[in-house]
């Protein structure tokens, strides 16, 4: 990997660390009044924080693995009630269509008159967690652990989350059967139709999964954000350094060799936490 560059910057009122490519592309600014780190490329994270660190030994924003946190609160013991371990891919589209599908009846009309409905449309999502759940279930025999429809306010919940050495993966499915799909920096496009938010909703899921978990782990959380498309003809990415991983179902093993981000030890503790409907209560 190219060697980095650290440039000071100081202008109203900011003091901030540029760390650039010998090109001069920025990868990533460090915040010293706040000590945080703002990464535009995610895959220097790791030489970001080597360079930081010889620009200004002691004096840098440390790697959040090693910043120091406040006590995490404790969480009372877990209740079978409260286990989310295991909860099934789709449990939440499962339950929807249990308790609110249409009837017999009402289905067979929409197919007579050929019309959409909801019902369709979630048991598409169904089907699609069901697939990359498989996947992802499948990477356990590497040391990972994958949590499916974790429950939020509002109702609605986390398609999926896999907590490993390599961190914590926020995964979201689409279901776009025998579609093509175009993803830029900020837009994806199903066969060239109109912008779909799913990129940032991503971003957003995770940020909401990091605050959660690092309230009640005593160390910082990695979390990616994780966009995985079913059953699609075609999946362009014409973003290089996107800060969303994209894959289609069977690409998902990609994440299985990672390492690096979390010990052991912390990964118990991630799964720990992440299992126990109580902690996303409030998320």
């Known amino acids: 990997m190219e060697e980095l560059r650290v440039t000071s910057w100081q202008r109203f009122g900011h003091d901030r660390l540029y760390v650039n490519l010998p090109d001069g592309t920025t990868v990533a600014w460090a915040d010293r009044a706040k000590g945080e780190v703002t990464f535009l490329r995610p895959s220097y994270r790791d030489a970001v924080f080597d360079a930081l ?95 499916h429809s974790v429950p939020l306010p509002r109702d609605v919940d986390i398609d999926h989350l896999l907590i490993g050495p390599g961190g914590v993966f926020c995964v979201n499915t689409k279901h776009h059967e025998r579609k093509s799909v175009w993803v830029g920096d900020h837009t994806v496009k199903i066969d060239n139709g109109p912008p779909r938010p799913h990129l940032m909703k991503s971003r957003t899921e995770a940020r909401r999964v990091r605050a959660v978990l690092e309230r009640f782990c005593p160390f910082a959380v990695p979390v990616q954000p994780v966009l995985v498309f079913v059953g699609v003809t075609r999946l362009d990415v014409a973003a290089p350094d996107l800060d969303v991983r994209v894959y289609q179902e069977r690409q998902v093993a990609a994440l299985g060799p990672l390492s690096g981000a979390l010990t052991a030890a912390q990964v118990e503790r991630v799964f720990d936490v992440a299992r126990d409907r109580r902690v996303w209560l409030d998320a």
């Open 53 to 147: 660190a010889r620009h200004t030994p002691g004096d840098a924003p440390g790697h959040p693995a090693a910043a120091p946190r406040s006590p995490a609160p404790a969480l009372p013991p877990l209740t079978p009630e409260d286990d989310l371990s295991s909860r099934r891919p789709g449990a939440a589209l499962r339950e929807l269509l249990d308790d609110s599908g249409p009837g017999l009846l009402e289905r067979l009309l929409d197919r007579l008159l050929r019309r959409g409905s909801d019902w369709d449309s979630w048991r598409q999502g169904l089907i699609g967690e069901r697939r990359v759940g498989a996947e992802l279930n499948r990477l356990t025999r590497h040391g990972w652990r994958v949590l």
